[in-house]
Structures are given as structure tokens and as C-alpha cells.
């Protein structure tokens, strides 16, 4: 006995398909439009079925068995069905199958007239039944029974069920009195045909003649209500937005038929304008249902502009299938600036949306800011959780990537004394990797937090005092972007140093809120700055907003509380902590700041214009008194405007002329700090004033064991 059935691996999909097909169109429970039994006994003459029991059966013999003949199901209705062999039938039939199957097995439902006569082939022939005129949607099982008693060799045959889908039953007649074979589920092609090809198997052993079998048919049919077959696109539309220049851009795409019967569909794809192939998008000529092919966009550039084309999917017997596509070419869009951080980003309307601020009043197109901030949360949150994660992928249109990545940790992740610092640096590096798996030339920008405040309970048992916590901060913030640098290459990863700025303002307890953590207006704008300069590479003191006008930035800070002097103030301490790329005259970039005005109280930003009769201002000071115990002074030295003294070489912090400049003041030591006041009597138009201060202290930045240095300072006379 072997009673083996296999199925085609596309019917789950098929049979889910069409059970949800009708699900959608049709309300309430899904139930079946008609069901009918069909039952057809093949034999002899002798012994047939229809009209010795109940049910009214089919009898198929020799004599008849070429069809076509129209099958009736058990209550003797016709079903539109018809039975038919292609070729060369059955050799003959006989009766010697079994009289007594066994009541209860499956071969005995049967009665005896149908399960003791049969019809049969030999020697390799194969007989193709065609079984045509199913309803549309016509779901057919199909149970075979055969029996050929006083045998002792295997008969073994296989039953190949071939409509939309296909199958496989094997059945041995050999002394069978008990078992069928069934072959379930098969869905009528469109045509609503079903083939069934009856041959030997590999398993028979009738050497010589390889007797096969087929003794009853029994067909239970099933019509689902239906619409016509389609084929479908699994999404709706696709829109690809890039700027200009942008390397071409890839997606996935999949199109499947609801009857889960095609191998290929075919595919194509015009322009909506010229009614041409789109030169602007490739996608291969077919594809396989229900798996995904490329669609590619800007494999050959095209100008900036809006552009629209219409994929067809087709396959014979579906109407087409029409998806639109849009591609826009950006020549000036934004920055896409993804944030993560935790109430530090969140606190005075968010650092965010004020870096996009500033960005737009500098000029540039508005970036898209994704902000990913979650209070109390540190890197390793946003790089585990998944809506975090997801963010990278998930938030923004097809086709667009992201600019750069900010991440801002907790406030004290980055400490030895009861932080992580090593984990803190890899979790940067794993988020930006992330980021870039997504968007292989995203960079990121560090937002360095800042040390608590003096009041805060950590002074003196954690750290002596804010000015060691902040060592500890900013030093893993800078190795975390050494590290971004050092996988990535130079140039991917800056330093948003926003507690360096902290620190020159000395700690100040304006720009705490009373827990001594979180920040005050003034400090998130600091932090917005330093951003800025760290992912634009624009210098923020070159940068004046129009206090008079109703810009967005000039909006948000008066909502804050902050005017164009607050603005003035903050702006230079934001660039003199900006990497020494950006600052126009850099120094040691230590706990030294040079300040200087005109005709106005001495400011950080590096450039002034002086005319002839102004007053100008020079304050150099150690905010938190590293270099009060020293001996400074101020060196001036002038050059054409625009051409400044080279570098020298070993001292790349020294920015005057060794053989030009002059000693403008000493004062030992420091202490609170050296001022000087000068009248401008005599200008030279096109002519610079550098000025620069020097510690006689060694400086920890530079290695230089000698002397530190300010950024300079430039007055360009007018």
C-alpha cells in the first residue's frame, strides 16, 4: 500500500489569496457559492454503478471512455463538466479488483460496483484525462481508488493533477481493499480545465507490462464567488525625491497575481511627458510573481525638476496593471539631519529645530530634521531600541539619505568616574555605522555635553570641581570622534563642543537651570551653535540675523528671551570652541580668551572693521584660572587685509610674524586678566591689526612646554 500525495509549495499562497479575495468582496461569513459531488466509476460494462445505488454516478468504460461525455454530479444534475482523453486511452478494463472493500477504510465508501472493476495501461503509455467546463473559481478535490486483486508484485500509480495549480497522488491497486489517494484543493485554470495524467510510478514492480490503474473517480467541486484574476503592485504608488548629483538610487518592488498561477509577468514603463521608456528609471523586462526586482533611479541624470512615469505589469488573461512613479530632482534641498538625544536636546523648544533655524537664516534650503529624543536616555537606548533604530530607515522619502547623524549622550555616559566611557564611544561608532549602512556618506557631529554645575551634589566627593567633570566629558566626546574619523575616514565626524563653550563662560549659573544639569536658554542656543559649525562648516560669528525682520531664528529666540547682544555674546564663544579648521586665527584652543571690540564691549568674535577715531577694546583672560599664575601679554602684528602671516612651522598656534610683530603689553601675573583700551588715531585702509595673547605656561592642547596662545584677533582697518 503507498498512498503518497504532493502538493505544488504555491498553494498555501494560492489558497490564502483566494479565501482573502473573497473575504474582501463579499460581507459577512465567507461561504462558498455552490458545491457539488461528482462520482465516476471506471470498469467494465458488466458492472456498472449508475442506477444500483442511491447516488447517480458516471460509468465510464471502453467503449466510451475517448468523451467527450457530460458528467452529472450525485443527484443527477448536470454540472457543466465534461470528461475527455487525449490520445490514446486505456488498453481495457477487467473486474478484478476487490467486491468487499472494508467498511469504514476509505476505499470502503465506495460501493462494490465501482471498487471491483478498473481500467488499465501498460508498458510506459501514460493516459491524459481532460476534465473541462469548471465554473470560474472552481476549487476541485480529487479522490482516486483502484484495486487489483491476487496479485504479488507492486502496481503502483500516480495520479498528476494539473489546473492552475498542480499535484500528485500515488496509490498501489496490488490486493488494495482499503486505501484511495486524494489530491486536494486544485483550482481550474482559466480556461476551467483540470488535467489528470494516470501512469505507472517509479515504485511499480509489474516487470513487463507495468500495469497501472484506475478504478473511480470522485470529484467535489467547489465555486467561490470571484472577480476576474489581477495582478497587483504591493504598494500603491512610489514617489523618489534625490538632490541633484546624488548617486542613482535603488529600491525594492514586488508584483504578484491573486491566483498565485503565473511564472513571469511582464513589465515595462513610459513616461508620462514624451510617452517614451523613461530614460530616468530602469526596471528589468519581467518578473517573477510575489518576488522582489529592482527599480532603479538616475542611472542617466537628468535636469532638476519634477518628473512622472506609469509602470505596467502584464500577463495574458489580467488586465494591466498600472503603477505611478514620480522622481523629483532637487538642486537645493536641505540637509537631512537626524538627532538623538535626551532632555539636553529637548529643553527651550529643542537644539533641533533651532539648528535648522540658523541653517535657513544663513541662507540655506530648510534641512529635514528628524528629531529622535527621549528623556533620561543614553546612546546605547537609541542604538537598541527599535522605534529608535527604525527611525534611520523609516524616516525619510525613497530615495533621500541622510546628511548626518547628531547624538548627544547622557549627561554623565561619558565620564571615568561613573560613566562608561568606552561603551559610550562604541555606541557611537554602532549608531553612525547604522546610519551609514542606510546612507553610505552620512557623517555625524558629537554634541558634547557639559560638566554640572558648582552648586551640583557631585563637587568635591565625584569631581574636585565642574572644570575636572568637564575634562572627563570632553576628552571621550573627542575620542569618539577620533574613533568615527579613524573607521570612516577624515572629515566624517565634528565636534559640536558645547560644553568647551560651557566652560569659557567659567561655569556660569545663568546657564543652569536650579539642578545644576539642565540648560538655560543661553546654553541651548550655544549648543545650536556649535552644531551648526560642526555639520554646515560655516563659521557662526560670520552670520548676523535680521533682528528687524520675522525670521524663524529671530523668532524662536526672542520667545526665549534673547536679542541681537545675547546673540553677539554667544556667537563668539561658539566659534572660538569650533575645531581650529573653522576659526579664522586659531590658538592653543585653551583656557585663554582673547575678546575685542570697536567703539563696544569686547566680544569673542575674531573679525572687526575699525575706522579712524574708534575706540578699541583688548581683554585677555584665563575663565577658569589654568593661566592667572603666568605671565602674559598681547603681540600685535599687521598684513594686507586678506593675506595673513603663514603658519610657523612646529607652532601651528602662533598666528604673527616671528620677525614682524611687537610686545603691546606684559602683565605678571595674569590674574583677573589684562585689558587694554586704544584709540585708533591713525588707519590704513586695506590694512589688518593682529593681535594675539601669550601665556608663558605650557600648554596641555599644543605639547607646547612653553608658551600658550589665544586665537587672534583682526582688526581690518577702514
Not at 14 to 26: E, P
Not at 150 to 178: A, C, E, I
Not at 218 to 236: E, H, N, R, S, Y
Not at 658 to 664: D, G, K, R, V, W
Amino acid at each position: 500500500m503507498n498512498d503518497d500525495v504532493r502538493m505544488s509549495q504555491g498553494m498555501p499562497r494560492l489558497l490564502l489569496r483566494l479565501v482573502v479575495g473573497v473575504a474582501l468582496c463579499c460581507s459577512g461569513a465567507v461561504t462558498a457559492q455552490s458545491a457539488s459531488r461528482v462520482l465516476i466509476d471506471l470498469g467494465v460494462e458488466a458492472f456498472p454503478t449508475a442506477g444500483s445505488v442511491a447516488s447517480a454516478w458516471n460509468d465510464i468504460d471502453p467503449t466510451n471512455m475517448a468523451g467527450p461525455l457530460a458528467l452529472i454530479d450525485r443527484m443527477g444534475q448536470p454540472t457543466g463538466v465534461s470528461w475527455s482523453i487525449d490520445g490514446t486511452g486505456f488498453v481495457a478494463g477487467n473486474s478484478a479488483g476487490t467486491s468487499a472493500p472494508v467498511p469504514g477504510s476509505p476505499l470502503g465508501q465506495f460501493p462494490a460496483t465501482a471498487t471491483q472493476d478498473v481500467l488499465y495501461g501498460s508498458n510506459g503509455t501514460t493516459v491524459l484525462i481532460t476534465l473541462a467546463g469548471f465554473a470560474p473559481a472552481s476549487l476541485v478535490n480529487l479522490t482516486f481508488g483502484a484495486s487489483r486483486l491476487n496479485v504479488s508484485d507492486m502496481r503502483t500509480t500516480d495520479y498528476v493533477v494539473k489546473g492552475f495549480n498542480g499535484g500528485q497522488g500515488t496509490l498501489d491497486p496490488s490486493n488494495n481493499t482499503t486505501d484511495t489517494t486524494s489530491v486536494p484543493t486544485i483550482l481550474a485554470d482559466a480556461t476551467g480545465t483540470i488535467t489528470v495524467a494516470v501512469r505507472a510510478a517509479p515504485s511499480n514492480t509489474n516487470l513487463g507490462t507495468f500495469y497501472y490503474y484506475l478504478g473511480l473517480l470522485q470529484l467535489d467541486i467547489t465555486v467561490w464567488p470571484t472577480t476576474p484574476p489581477v495582478l497587483g503592485f504591493d504598494q500603491g504608488s512610489l514617489a523618489v525625491s534625490v538632490s541633484a548629483g546624488q548617486s542613482p538610487f535603488v529600491t525594492p518592488l514586488t508584483v504578484s497575481d491573486s491566483l498565485g498561477a503565473l511564472s513571469t509577468i511582464q513589465l515595462s514603463a513610459v513616461d508620462d511627458a514624451t510617452g517614451l521608456a523613461p530614460t530616468w528609471l530602469a526596471l528589468p523586462p519581467a518578473a517573477t510573481p510575489g518576488q522582489p526586482f529592482a527599480v532603479s533611479f538616475g542611472d542617466n541624470p537628468v535636469p532638476e525638476g519634477n518628473y512622472s512615469a506609469t509602470v505596467v505589469a502584464s500577463a495574458p488573461g489580467y488586465p494591466d496593471e498600472l503603477l505611478g512613479v514620480s522622481y523629483e530632482v532637487d538642486d537645493a534641498a536641505g540637509k537631512n539631519l537626524l538627532f538623538y538625544g535626551n532632555s539636553y536636546s529637548i529643553s527651550n523648544q529643542g537644539v533641533p529645530s533651532l539648528v535648522g533655524f540658523i541653517a535657513e537664516e544663513a541662507g540655506h534650503p530648510s534641512p529635514t530634521v528628524v528629531a529622535q529624543l527621549v528623556g533620561g536616555q543614553t546612546l546605547n537606548y537609541h542604538l537598541t531600541n527599535p522605534s529608535q533604530a527604525a527611525a534611520i530607515s523609516g524616516s525619510l522619502s525613497l530615495g533621500q539619505t541622510w546628511d548626518s547623524v547628531v547624538m548627544q549622550g547622557f549627561s554623565t555616559e561619558a565620564t571615568d568616574a561613573i560613566g562608561d566611557p568606552l561603551g559610550f564611544r562604541d555606541d557611537a561608532l554602532a549608531i553612525l555605522t547604522a546610519v551609514r549602512a542606510h546612507s553610505p556618506d552620512a557623517g555625524a557631529a558629537m554634541y558634547q555635553t557639559w560638566a554640572r554645575g558648582p552648586g551640583s551634589p557631585y563637587y568635591p566627593n565625584t569631581w574636585a570641581d565642574p572644570l575636572e567633570m568637564h575634562g572627563e566629558v570632553r576628552t571621550n566626546y573627542r575620542l569618539a570622534v577620533d574613533d568615527m574619523n579613524a573607521a570612516f575616514g577624515p572629515g566624517t565626524a565634528f565636534l559640536g563642543a558645547a560644553g568647551d563653550a560651557v566652560a569659557l563662560l567659567s561655569f556660569d549659573s545663568s546657564l543652569y537651570t536650579p539642578d545644576w544639569s539642565h540648560p538655560t536658554a543661553p546654553t541651548t542656543v550655544l549648543a545650536a551653535m556649535t552644531l551648526y559649525q560642526a555639520l554646515y562648516r560655516e563659521r557662526i560669528c560670520d552670520l548676523e540675523p535680521d533682528f528687524g525682520g520675522s525670521g524663524n531664528l529671530v523668532s524662536r529666540l526672542s520667545s526665549l528671551g534673547l536679542g541681537q547682544s545675547d546673540w553677539a555674546t554667544l556667537a563668539g564663544i561658539a566659534e572660538r570652541v569650533a575645531d581650529g579648521e573653522l576659526r579664522h586665527h586659531p590658538g592653543s584652543g585653551e583656557d585663554l580668551l582673547l575678546q575685542t571690540g570697536v567703539d563696544s564691549t569686547a566680544l569673542a568674535c575674531p573679525v572687526k572693521g575699525a575706522a579712524l577715531g574708534s575706540q578699541l577694546s583688548i581683554e585677555l583672560t584665563s575663565p577658569n584660572d589654568l593661566f592667572s599664575g603666568a605671565t602674559s601679554m598681547l603681540l600685535v602684528d599687521a598684513f594686507l587685509t586678506g593675506s595673513p602671516p603663514g603658519l610657523v612651522p612646529g607652532y601651528p598656534e602662533v598666528q604673527f610674524n616671528p620677525a614682524t610683530f611687537l610686545i603691546a603689553v606684559t602683565q605678571n601675573p595674569l590674574g583677573a586678566g589684562l585689558t587694554l583700551d586704544v584709540p585708533l588715531t591713525t588707519s590704513l585702509a586695506g590694512v589688518s591689526v593682529l593681535v594675539q595673547g601669550v601665556s608663558l605656561s605650557p600648554s596641555v592642547e599644543t605639547g607646547n612646554g612653553k608658551f600658550t596662545t589665544s586665537d587672534g584677533h583682526e582688526f581690518q582697518l577702514q
